[in-house]
């Protein structure tokens, strides 16, 4: 075959086309040899001489097309009730027959370079500035598919589609339909214009001829299927039934429909199943949360989750329940006495509501919210709101039972789990610098008298709690710490000092404390004569301090002091770990059967009241007697007990320095009052410093979100700050506006 063109008799040339055009488009039988030669028949009319005959080939392949389909379109519409199988049966014939004749006529298609398959291309000619824009002929194939919109499915449009809807309609109420049928009709919606370029084009036919009555028809069924379900069930039964028709809607549009409509067609069947009813599910809500019916709230879930707004009546709901069913809990402990049954029963509450959240709500983060706020309610609720609440000071104490040897007999991963509990309380504290003055005063009681029941429980538990609140929250706590392990290097330098002079006579340790580190006030500690035994101890460290650091003063915490004394006057002999106070009392015995309350108040220099309490723990243990019966008074006399005696060679006499008074956490509480103000007077100074001028409400919340993370302080204390530091001319009011302020450098 040459390729030079040539003249060419269209007429003849083109009825032998037309004639396998049509074994083609009825995917007929077409042998090869014939098919080569109807590819050389496009190509010599494509460059016939003298002139192509291009665009009259065009024309004749568009009128085959038309005329084909409408006598296919005359098929469908004889077909009456089996409009929908016949019409399927020639789309998919056409639609196959149309991509071989495209394949056909693929060099007709390079003339007109439609590669993207646009439809309009733009011209500028040389001699003028206008701009023409004309129609670009498509590819057969489009072209081919073009026509089946515009002849067949334009003209049997409302036809088809009231037919696909009743089938549609029919599977809705459980009758058996023709899925390959219906899906094929539908995507023949789609295909006719998949030769668009874009894709909100190619679906603009699909949507505006099948897709907008389909939504139409789905809303007016719902609407009657649930005006149906809510008159003959429950709302129990009435959301069961929807989260199974909504199943089941999800799947028939997957089945029939194309993808992009999936999201429309389920919002609209949410709309009238849920949406209208909104008013209605959302007050079975309450006794539902109350009840907690797991899987009816799980249902409502999966049914209002999807509506705008549609959750907020539930999420209040379950909020308010976990409020309240955690005070009721809270409320019938005494919490003074058990702050171990107080926490574990903030644990209870937080762990069956953490579970009702994962399970019937997939761990929604907006449920996770309302379970914080629920439980932070409680952990921080107070019956006024000039009170504070104890969950600091009870978490802190329960940490302390954790943490104290004897308490309980618990493994080390026992305690482990236990203290992870602990911060997931903490979690929710607010006044969580409380808790830091009542962890750290307990900390440094149990460093002190060596009752931890391991250092690594203890370091575990304050890198939780930094973890949680940053280094600077624990940076005290690291600190005691470190004054343990230094205390013991001086105590072996000190040994080594005193290498080569004369003994002490005893055996004497000293723990150096920071006093800026550790919450040990004197405040409430006693006067006290050093016993002569212990003086030259005493006398000798100071001396080595002194010489290896200049500058610091030591103050001796005797109320904190403890020792071992040998009792030798009985039939066998006894070891007994006493407080300074008791041991100033006992050594008095040394010289004396007896003595007088005065004679030991002189000699010791306690206070009346230390004294008394002293003695009593003396005699509570037997070690001494008082004579005569009735209150103590200077003259009442103790006696040293000869007949003493105890299973135990080895015994304590703790008891006085274990009890924390009701005066002392009165001061610890007074002292976190002290230390928020200066908190919040330095978070002021640090804001107006790099603001410079603030207005009176914008500085409230600047302060109010530093302090947060500490503690959440009142506006009337933040406002007494701001005016303390305008008394000290850190800020000044401005004199044309009093809402104000400027940092004064």
């Not at 001699?127 to 026509?147: H, K, M, V, W």
């Not at 919002?267 to 009238?272: C, H």
């Not at 007697?625 to 703790?654: A, C, Y």
């Not at 001319?729 to 506006?737: A, G, H, K, T």
Request: glycine fraction near 4%; aromatic fraction near 10%.
């Amino acid at each position: 075959m040459s390729l030079k063109p040539r003249q060419v008799d269209f007429t003849s040339t083109w009825s032998t086309l037309r004639m396998t055009c049509q074994s083609v488009i009825r995917l007929g039988q077409v042998e090869r040899a014939i098919w080569n030669d109807r590819f050389s028949d496009v190509y010599a009319l494509c460059v016939a001489f003298p002139d192509p005959l291009t665009d009259k080939l065009y024309d004749e392949v568009k009128k085959f097309l038309q005329g084909h389909v409408v006598e296919l379109r005359e098929m469908v519409e004889a077909a009456n009730e089996n409009v929908l199988f016949t019409y399927h049966h020639h789309w998919a014939e056409f639609s196959q027959g149309a991509s071989f004749m495209n394949y056909l006529f693929r060099y007709l298609n390079s003339q007109y370079g439609d590669k993207s398959g646009t439809s309009s291309w733009m011209e500028m000619t040389p001699y003028s500035f206008s701009i023409e824009f004309q129609e670009r002929p498509l590819e057969i194939g489009a072209l081919a598919l073009n026509t089946w919109r515009q002849e067949m499915i334009e003209h049997m449009k409302d036809t088809v589609v009231t037919a696909i809807i009743k089938q549609i309609r029919r599977d809705r109420n459980g009758e058996t339909c023709n899925q390959s049928i219906i899906q094929g009709v539908i995507d023949s919606f789609v295909k006719v214009e998949e030769y668009q370029l874009k894709q909100a084009l190619s679906l603009k036919f699909y949507q505006e001829a099948f897709e907008t009555p389909l939504l139409s028809e789905t809303g007016d069924y719902y609407r009657r299927e649930a005006s149906s379900l809510l008159a003959e069930n429950t709302c129990s039964e009435y959301t069961q039934k929807v989260c199974a028709r909504l199943q089941e809607e999800q799947l028939r549009v997957r089945k029939f429909l194309h993808h992009s409509s999936f999201t429309k067609v389920t919002r609209e069947t949410e709309s009238r199943l849920v949406e209208d009813h909104l008013e209605f599910l959302q007050g079975e809500c309450r006794t539902m949360v109350r009840d907690e019916k797991r899987e009816d709230l799980s249902r409502m879930y999966q049914l209002l989750k999807p509506i705008p707004n549609g959750l907020q009546v539930m999420l209040t709901e379950v909020e308010g329940h976990i409020r309240e069913v955690g005070l009721e809990a809270v409320q019938a402990i005494a919490t003074d006495k058990n702050p171990g049954e107080y926490v574990e029963a903030l644990l209870a509450l937080h762990t069956k509501f953490s579970e009702l959240v994962q399970e019937t709500f997939g761990k929604d983060k907006l449920f996770v919210e309302a379970l914080d706020k629920g439980c932070s309610a409680v952990v921080n609720y107070t019956e006024s709101p000039k009170q504070t609440a104890k969950s600091a000071e009870l978490l802190a104490r329960y940490c302390d039972q954790l943490l104290k040897k004897g308490s309980k007999n618990a493994t080390e991963q026992e305690i482990e789990d236990n203290l992870n509990k602990v911060i997931v309380v903490f979690r929710y504290v607010e006044d969580k610098d409380i808790f830091q003055k009542f962890y750290s005063k307990m900390l440094a009681k149990r460093l002190i008298h060596g009752l931890s029941v391991s250092s690594e429980a203890e370091e575990g538990m304050i890198a939780r709690l930094k973890q949680m609140c940053g280094f600077e929250y624990t940076s005290k706590l690291h600190r005691m710490f470190t004054d343990m392990t230094v205390s013991e290097s001086l105590n072996s330098e000190f040994s080594e000092f005193m290498r080569g002079k004369t003994g002490l006579g005893l055996s004497f340790t000293v723990q150096i404390l920071q006093s800026g580190a550790w919450p040990l006030g004197q405040a409430s500690s006693s006067p006290f004569g050093i016993p002569e035994e212990l003086l030259r101890s005493i006398t000798m460290f100071e001396l080595f301090y002194n010489t290896k650091f200049s500058g610091r003063k030591l103050t001796w915490l005797h109320h904190l002091c403890n020792g071992e004394m040998r009792l030798n006057y009985l039939k066998k002999p006894y070891t007994v770990t006493v407080t300074s106070y008791q041991m100033g009392v006992l050594l008095m015995f040394n010289h004396a059967k007896s003595c007088t309350v005065s004679e030991m108040s002189s000699h010791t220099q306690l206070s009346e009241k230390e004294m008394k309490r002293t003695l009593q723990s003396l005699v509570d243990v037997k070690l001494l007697f008082q004579t005569g019966m009735g209150p103590v008074v200077p003259e009442t006399s103790f006696t040293v007990n000869d007949q003493f005696s105890n299973k135990r060679t080895k015994l304590k006499i703790t008891t006085a320095v274990q009890r924390e008074t009701t005066q002392e956490i009165a001061q610890t509480h007074t002292a976190i009052d002290e230390d928020r103000k200066l908190y919040l007077q330095a978070a002021v100074v640090r804001i107006m410093k790099s603001r410079k001028a603030l207005k009176h409400n914008l500085l409230i919340q600047e302060v109010i979100g530093q302090a947060k993370a500490r503690f959440s302080p009142s506006i009337a204390l933040i406002k007494k700050c701001i005016e303390a530091l305008i008394e000290k001319q850190y800020l000044e009011r401005r004199e044309d506006s009093k809402d104000e302020y400027h940092y004064l450098a």
